[in-house]
């Protein structure tokens, strides 16, 4: 799919398990469209389908992340949004594997939902946050509402919501919604390097994790343990649990199959 000027909308890159999508408008900040969202929606299906690909990476080309949907677009009629996916294809259905947000200049509005929605961030330290919608008769309801006051305390969150100020990079770090601050230009590779640490792991192990941190949440408190039985007891008892604790006694790298 491709922008006005011709130029594919998501840029694609696998190496060594690693799938990165780039956010490619630049001449409009990265700012997202609907065939945009189809794009990334689809790359996430291609990184969950294909047991090559462990981890994915999302960035934005040329110094931004995303500011959120294209304005004019929206102006026009369009929305950002996929169907059953949410905004930019992500906010609503996350991909099963982990996905790392790699974080230059604004990521902002939709943008800024898009990060929430994935499961680690690195971000530059010039890097800025925020959720503006209420500055232009808008609501955050791609997922800003209701994942951010899980993520940071209440009042930071409603202040954030309402007042429509931005956050710095520091200060995202200081309230856990960034892992790793690195400097303008250092992000994508820093990035890279934390998805290979996570693409080292046991997959299916990866998988299930992730599973259980992300909806253990709505679970009633009594059936905790039950639930994630459900879900971990068969790794216990996988071809995997079995090379990775023979590869630790025999002192090598494990070698993982996926089962």
């Given at each position: 799919?491709?922008?006005?000027?011709?130029?594919?909308?998501?840029?694609?890159?696998?190496?060594?398990?690693?799938?990165?999508?780039?956010?490619?408008?630049?001449?409009?900040?990265?700012?997202?469209?609907?065939?945009?969202?189809?794009?990334?929606?689809?790359?996430?299906?291609?990184?969950?389908?294909?047991?090559?690909?462990?981890?994915?990476?999302?960035?934005g080309v040329d110094g931004n992340f995303c500011v959120?949907?294209?304005?004019?677009?929206?102006?026009?009629?369009?929305?950002?949004?996929?169907?059953?996916?949410?905004?930019?294809?992500?906010?609503?259905?996350?991909?099963?594997k982990p996905l790392i947000a790699a974080v230059e200049g604004y990521a902002v509005a939709g943008g800024f939902e898009m990060v929430l929605a994935c499961d680690l961030v690195v971000a530059s330290n010039t890097a800025k946050f925020g959720l503006p919608e209420v500055r232009r008769g808008l609501v955050a309801a791609a997922g800003g509402l209701l994942r951010l006051p899980l993520l940071v305390p209440r009042a930071i969150a409603m202040e954030l919501i309402l007042t429509g100020n931005m956050l710095d990079a520091a200060r995202a770090e200081s309230l856990g919604l960034v892992n790793k601050l690195v400097a303008p230009g250092l992000v994508l590779e820093a990035a890279k390097e934390l998805a290979a640490v996570i693409s080292n792991n046991a997959p299916l192990a990866i998988a299930v994790s992730k599973h259980v941190a992300s909806e253990s949440a709505d679970w009633?408190?009594?059936?905790?343990?039950?639930?994630?039985?459900?879900?971990?007891?068969?790794?216990?008892?996988?071809?995997?649990?079995?090379?990775?604790?023979?590869?630790?006694?025999e002192k090598r790298a494990p070698v993982w199959s996926g089962s």
């Open positions: 799919m491709t922008d006005d000027d011709g130029q594919p909308e998501i840029l694609t890159e696998e190496v060594d398990g690693v799938l990165t999508i780039s956010i490619n408008r630049p001449r409009q900040m990265n700012a997202m469209t609907r065939s945009a969202g189809l794009a990334i929606a689809a790359s996430l299906d291609e990184l969950d389908e294909r047991d090559d690909l462990r981890v994915g990476v999302l960035t959120g949907m294209d304005l004019k677009r929206f102006v026009a009629g369009e929305r950002a949004s996929v169907e059953g996916r949410g905004f930019g294809g992500l906010t609503e259905r996350p991909p099963r009633p408190r009594g059936e905790w343990f039950s639930r994630q039985g459900d879900l971990t007891n068969p790794i216990f008892t996988s071809l995997d649990a079995l090379e990775g604790a023979r590869a630790f006694a």
